[in-house]
Antibody, heavy 119, light 108 residues
C-alpha cells in the first residue's frame, strides 16, 4: 500500500525557517518524481514544487522560488521541503504527492502537515 | 502563466447529473486531471488524462476535454459526492503544475 506521511509543520515567526519531511513507503520511491502542494485555510490547492526521481529536474512556483528548496534522499525514501524567509501567506497545509506519467498527475497524496506563520 | 477557471459552486439534486467545467486556453491540447477533496481530507484523484478513472473510482465519474473547456461529469449523484473538485494540468511551457480554483459540489 502506498503511504506518504508528512511531518515537520508547526508555528513559526515571519522570516523564520522550517523543514518539512515526507516519508514514503509501499512503492519504489526512487522511480517517481515527487511534488509539494499546499492549501491555505479555506482556499484552493496551489502547486509548490516538483523534483524528478534522480533530483535532476527541480521546479518551483514563482511564489516560493528563491525561498524554498525541495530535495530528496532516495536511500531514506524521503522527500523534503526547506522553507526559509517564511511569510504569513505561506500559512497552509502542505501535502506531498507522488507524480505519475508523462501528463504529470498526482496519484497519491499524504495527509498533510500544517504550517502557520505568525508573530 | 497558464490559468484554469472553474465555477465556484455547482448544485444538483440526488440522482441527477453534475457537470463541473474547467476552462483554459486551448486546454483540449493538454491532459486534464480531476481531484475530489472532502473536508479535512487530502485530495483524491478521480479522473486522469481527461477521461480515465483510477481503480476504485465509480463509473459514475467521467471526463471530457475539447477546445477551451474540460468537463467532469458525475452521473446519478449521491450525497457522498458532496466535496470540492479541482482540475489540474501540467504547463510544460513554464514547467509548472496548475490547479483550477476549485468547485464546491452541493447535493441538495
Amino acid at each position: 500500500e502506498v503511504q506518504l506521511v508528512e511531518s515537520g509543520g508547526g508555528l513559526v515567526k515571519p522570516g523564520g525557517s522550517l523543514r518539512l519531511s515526507c516519508a514514503a513507503s509501499g512503492f519504489t520511491f526512487s522511480s517517481y518524481s515527487m511534488n509539494w502542494v499546499r492549501q491555505a485555510p479555506g482556499k484552493g490547492l496551489e502547486w509548490v514544487s516538483s523534483i524528478s526521481s534522480s533530483s535532476s529536474y527541480i521546479y518551483y512556483a514563482d511564489s516560493v522560488k528563491g525561498r524554498f528548496t525541495i530535495s530528496r534522499d532516495n536511500a531514506k525514501n524521503s522527500l523534503y521541503l526547506q522553507m526559509n524567509s517564511l511569510r504569513a501567506e505561506d500559512t497552509a497545509v502542505y501535502y506531498c504527492a507522488r507524480e505519475r506519467g508523462a501528463a504529470r498527475l498526482f496519484d497519491y497524496w499524504g495527509q498533510g502537515t500544517l504550517v502557520t506563520v505568525s508573530s | 502563466s497558464y490559468v484554469l477557471t472553474q465555477p465556484p459552486s455547482v448544485s444538483v439534486a440526488p440522482g441527477q447529473t453534475a457537470r463541473i467545467t474547467c476552462g483554459g486556453n486551448n486546454i483540449g491540447s493538454k491532459s486534464v486531471h480531476w481531484y475530489q477533496q472532502k473536508p479535512g481530507q487530502a485530495p483524491v484523484l478521480v479522473v486522469y488524462d481527461d477521461s480515465d478513472r483510477p481503480s476504485g473510482i465509480p463509473e459514475r465519474f467521467s471526463g471530457s476535454n475539447s477546445g477551451n473547456t474540460a468537463t467532469l461529469t458525475i452521473s446519478r449523484v449521491e450525497a457522498g459526492d458532496e466535496a470540492d473538485y479541482y482540475c489540474q494540468v501540467w504547463d510544460s511551457s513554464s514547467d509548472r503544475g496548475v490547479f483550477g480554483g476549485g468547485t464546491k459540489l452541493t447535493v441538495l
